[in-house]
């Protein structure tokens, strides 16, 4: 007997004639998981199962029926997968301070899927000080980006100072991108945000950033006839 469930042509014509009833459409893995969202979310509250914790994952456990138990657990495994693979990515957090020495370790065997901004700097330099300000802190917001910072004078010798501060961005061992010399960061008004943007542009990390953060303009007009005002009024004040 043929199979009413065959694609074939002859059971489409029964099908389209009402002979045979139509195919039934077959259940994907996102199928059976939205319709466990929703017989969760009947039973309990609005979150669903991509929101909840593993703890609220298995106290809902009780509450389904055995059909479901066996998806739901599936679910949950999947999940806890992915948390172990967060944490295992997350394991930097802050900024590890390099010499030439490390430079092979730390930068050419990061490793398999692993960006790494190093920054080369000196200390005696403003903007570098503040360049190592943003990195600290999106080295915290960040945790699976490797951020690492060296002195110019112990990785690169004799790099010109012209040149800093210069920011290097590898991954897998590979060099992206180099940011090079002041100009490129537009100042000691340079944001952490800006900086963030630079590096998601490379695809060193996923920002919560809606676009390239606006710099305010300084108007160098205004401030000249400012000053200008200030230095007539010592003088009207010096004439007397």
């Not at 039973?43 to 991509?50: A, G, R, V």
Request: proline letters at 5%; charged letters at 35%.
């Amino acid at each position: 007997m043929q199979d009413p469930n065959a694609d074939t042509e002859w059971n489409d014509v029964l099908r389209a004639k009402g002979i045979i009833p139509p195919k039934e459409k077959e259940v994907s893995e996102d199928d059976i998981v939205n319709i466990m969202e929703a017989t969760i979310q009947s039973k309990t509250t609005d979150k669903t199962l991509d929101d909840m914790t593993l703890d609220e994952l298995n106290e809902r456990e009780d509450e389904i029926d055995e059909e479901e138990e066996r998806i739901f657990e599936a679910y949950r495994r999947q999940r806890m997968a992915e948390m172990r693979q967060a944490q295992m990515k997350a394991k930097y957090g802050e900024v590890k301070e390099i010499s030439k020495v490390d430079y092979v370790t730390e930068v050419n065997k990061a490793g398999e899927g692993v960006w790494v901004v190093l920054h080369v700097y000196k200390q005696s330099i403003p903007l570098c000080k503040l360049l190592n300000q943003h990195i600290s802190t999106l080295a915290k917001k960040f945790p699976d980006v490797k951020f690492l910072r060296s002195e110019s004078s112990v990785c690169i010798p004799n790099y010109p100072d012209k040149n800093l501060p210069t920011i290097f961005i590898y991954f897998e061992g590979d060099l992206k991108k180099q940011y090079v010399g002041p100009l490129v960061f537009g100042g000691m008004n340079f944001k952490q945000d800006e900086l963030e943007w630079m590096l998601s542009e490379v695809g060193v990390l996923k920002t919560d950033l809606e676009g390239p953060p606006k710099r305010e303009i300084h108007d160098v007009m205004d401030s000249a006839l400012r000053q200008s005002r200030l230095d007539d009024g010592d003088s009207d004040e010096n004439d007397w």
